[in-house]
T-cell receptor, first 115, second 113 residues
């Protein structure tokens, strides 16, 4: 399967713990996005990478959140000192930079539950 | 990016056409209309996009009004697997912007047997 993959699919943690999610985009896709989705709402943009450069961060991305894409391939999203309000589905998407750049391919998401 | 308005929910009988409307009265000349859908517990899936001409692909057809202030996504023969939340998004095209998608709450389409 050459689609976007995310790991883990589900994560249950206790409040105050740190968690890290991984996203593997489609090979050679330059653009990588993280979104967050809470129950009953549409996904909300968190951050954008073009290759290894993080070019945009949403105000939703508080200082407890950090994202990296060290070699321009996979990306990680870390949440420190988790809070119950962080419970959500975290979605990763990728797209190529070029003519079809505006079609994003989403992974299955990581569902985070903070107890 | 322009804001869109969609009905919160719609029903459709299996095998019939599903017509999902979207209003985007503040769309500007360089903004495209995109449709994505999200089946329960999955990530969103791209369906189709267009600027001003009607578009068709293997999944759906997109009809954009002449003034571009509204559009309709048509699933010609809906199946139970088309039950999903459908998002209409308008945005500027091209690599000079980040390409982030601004999702609304979408339309929940329920296809019934």
């Amino acid at each position: 399967d050459t689609g976007v993959s995310q790991d883990p699919r589900h994560k249950i943690t206790k409040r105050g713990q740190n968690v890290t999610f991984r996203c593997d985009p489609i090979s050679e896709h330059n653009r990588l996005y993280w979104y967050r989705q809470t129950l009953g709402q549409g996904p909300e943009f968190l951050t954008y990478f073009q290759n290894e450069a993080q070019l945009e961060k949403s105000r939703l991305l508080s200082d407890r959140f950090s994202a990296e894409r060290p070699k321009g391939s996979f990306s990680t999203l870390e949440i420190q000192r988790t809070e119950q309000g962080d419970s959500a589905m975290y979605l990763c998407a990728s797209s190529p930079l070029g003519a079809s750049a505006d079609t994003q391919y989403f992974g299955p998401g990581t569902r985070l539950t903070v107890l | 990016d322009a804001k869109t308005t969609q009905p919160p929910s719609m029903d459709c009988a299996e095998g019939r056409a599903a017509n999902l409307p979207c209003n985007h009265s503040t769309i500007s000349g360089n903004e495209y209309v995109y449709w994505y859908r999200q089946i329960h517990s999955q990530g969103p899936q791209y369906i189709i996009h267009g600027l001003k001409n009607n578009e068709t692909n293997e999944m759906a057809s997109l009809i954009i009004t002449e003034d571009r202030k509204s559009s309709t996504l048509i699933l010609p023969h809906a199946t139970l697997r088309d039950t999903a939340v459908y998002y209409c998004i308008v945005r500027v095209h091209g690599s000079s912007n980040t390409g982030k998608l601004i999702f609304g709450q979408g339309t929940t389409l329920q296809v019934k047997p």
